[in-house]
């Protein structure tokens, strides 16, 4: 298959991470901006949570049609119907509900920028819990000195103009437990990944998670929410093709190559956010704080991902 050759060699390993981690950041500069467009306000949730909802479930649509035309496998199989079919319902409420809607409702309280960065802390969860899971996963001084660098960077990009503390436990501490979501959903979509086609997984948790998040704010949400612009339109779209391409390609680069062979790039999600963001979002500039907070988060994902078998398929 042409597809394989170009996922595996190492020109096209790396245009296709970095478009997938450009994608991932451009969603920061794209939901503030529809926020503001749509005029939701940073109190309503509910609305945000019908957005995330509409988003994910278009998003699943996606992928069901790339799995079905392109991959050519069945939407419902053996597998996800009796096997782990409950399994991927705490998948999508992990990976899709609890996320987004603890994702949505903080990055409205804080900037793009800060968002970008924050949002990277799942990383640095996903290390500590391996650690007490997985007998080979175990912390070492590589993993500590990265853990350290990344948490160091979160506490540089809180600091304002004045070298003040800055933190709104509905803003930055929303981002910081969508993180923490965030890992739980990863270890667990790394355990169903060997039971079936993680396209496949991905597409139904998405969906699952839309529905929950769907009929939690639809029948209290505002009116304001469907008041779509053709700007917030195109937006809209956009952010779901962004989020079923990421993860899709993101995939695909799994099946074919070593988890820690490509987990490498992941440090480009927040300075791709935190660069479009000060591109396009009115107000954001790159702080000396909020640069240096960049660069330690970077570094710390890299330390992490540079030591071998961090991340694997399997869990051994």
Known sequence: ??????????????LVAVLSCTLWGSAFPVLKISFTEMQLIPANALDK??????????????????CKVFLRVRLINHSIKNKIGFKVILLGLFQTSLLY?????????TTGMKGAVLSSIGSFFVVIFAHFLYRNDRMNYKKGLG????????????????FSWVFSFRGEGYMIISG???????????????ESHPFLITAWQMFIGSLFLLLFGWSRVTAVIMK?????VILFIY?????????????????????????????????SGTILSTL????????????VGLLFVSMGILMINLVPGITRNSSD
């Open 228 to 232: 779509f612009t053709p700007l917030t």
């Open 49 to 66: 949570t019908v957005f995330a909802g509409m988003r994910f479930l278009l998003a699943s649509c996606f992928i069901f049609i790339f």
């Open 147 to 162: 853990l350290l660098l990344g948490f160091a960077g979160i506490l540089f990009v809180n600091w304002g103009k004045e």
């Open 1 to 14: 298959m042409e597809y394989k050759k170009i996922l595996t060699n190492r020109l096209g390993i790396f």
């Open 239 to 271: 952010a779901a093709f962004l989020s079923a391409t990421a993860f899709s390609l993101w995939y695909a680069l799994l099946k074919y190559n070593k988890a820690g062979e490509v987990t490498l790039y992941k440090f480009l999600i927040p300075v």
């Open 180 to 194: 923490l979501v965030s890992a739980v959903g990863t270890l667990l979509a790394k355990e169903l990944s060997k």
């Open 280 to 291: 396009f979002i009115p107000g954001e500039k790159l702080t000396l704080s909020m640069f």
């Open 101 to 109: 809607y603890f994702f949505y409702n903080g990055l409205a309280y």
